[in-house]
């Protein structure tokens, strides 16, 4: 497409973004002259584009009330469709602005009838998955690494770890995955000759390199990407044998929150947690019985928390049943 077409596009859209926009102000949007503006403005007219210009001071372009173009010729079960896909993707916290600006395009171009009736389903729908807070990485960084990665080409990061230490690394990314509300990319990092797991948020450029390789048949992004986390750094490394077979404790527990091995007597998880009340209470919730290994503290919460249980349960049999 030549550069007019494209920035006659632009202008377009910039009509149904705005209900009027003066000359001078299109011009500098779109990087041309006033003039060059006058002569797009025809040009859709003669295209059967209602664009219509006051002239005058405070004179400007727009489109005629009610003129909508059709959203890219999609049926009504395929816009709705679009929208659900964009509704999900920002609960999910899926490039927030982008989300954003994208469902209202869409919105603005639905047929009224069409509009209403995804309106009514936004307003109603509920979802059992929490909106995500976390922080979203540029489209562009995300686009970068996938093509990169698709066609094998090493790029170099610029990189801020946890601790806010600015590195620069070459990575032969292996995937892309979106875990818990974050982009992640792994790979095997140059920098430190391992394969490593990278927070798309913390990085501020991707760089496309020359140099080419291949991604190893084991390579298992959605794996690195979990056992990974698991790995995280907290206050209390905890060791725990669970009295049950090691297929039935990994329906239970997640490889992201941490790792099971055969046991003797059952099954290892291993794991780092912030709380270890919380990790009483999370023990508690498996359902199964289970050995402390360590550390020894483990179990005056675990005490703790029975104690407190009892105490509501006898609380509870003073009070009246609710109905």
Do not use: N
């Not at 993707?89 to 047929?111: C, H, M, N, Q």
């Amino acid at each position: 497409m030549s550069y007019p077409a494209t920035r006659m596009l632009a202008m377009l859209e910039l009509l149904q973004a705005h209900h009027e926009l003066g000359g001078r102000d299109l011009a500098q949007r779109l990087g041309v002259d006033e003039r060059t503006v006058r002569r797009y403005a025809a040009r859709l007219a003669e295209l059967g584009i209602p664009v219509t210009a006051e002239r005058g001071r405070y004179g400007g372009y727009h489109l005629m009330p009610g003129y909508k173009l059709p959203p890219l010729m999609l049926t009504d079960d395929e816009a709705t469709a679009v929208v659900l896909g964009l509704l999900a993707g920002r609960r999910l916290g899926l490039a927030a602005e982008a989300t954003e600006a994208a469902l209202a395009k869409i919105r603005r171009v639905l047929p009224i009838t069409l509009r209403e009736q995804v309106s009514a389903l936004e307003e109603t729908l509920g979802f059992t998955l929490a909106e995500r807070a976390a922080p979203t990485p540029a489209s562009r960084a995300v686009l970068t690494l996938a093509a990169a990665i698709r066609d094998r080409r090493r790029v170099t990061l610029r990189y801020r770890s946890w601790k806010g230490d600015q590195t620069e690394r070459e990575l032969d990314g292996h995937g892309l995955v979106f875990h818990s509300g974050r982009w992640y990319v792994t790979g095997h990092d140059h920098w430190s000759g391992e394969t490593r797991t990278f927070r798309l948020d913390r990085i501020s450029t991707v760089v496309p390199g020359a140099a080419s390789y291949e991604i190893p048949e084991e390579s298992d992004p959605v794996r690195q990407v979990t056992a990974s986390l698991a790995q995280v750094p907290y206050a209390h490394v905890v060791e725990v044998v669970l009295h049950v077979p090691l297929a039935e404790a990994a329906r239970r527990v997640p490889p992201s929150v941490a790792t099971l091995t055969e046991a003797p007597d059952g099954v290892l998880l291993r794991m780092r947690a912030e709380s270890l009340d919380g990790m009483a209470a999370m023990l508690a919730g498996l359902g199964f019985r289970f050995t402390i290994v360590s550390p020894r503290e483990l179990r005056t919460a675990v005490q703790r928390l029975a104690e407190r249980l009892l105490t509501f349960g006898a609380d509870g049999d003073r009070q009246p049943a609710c109905h």
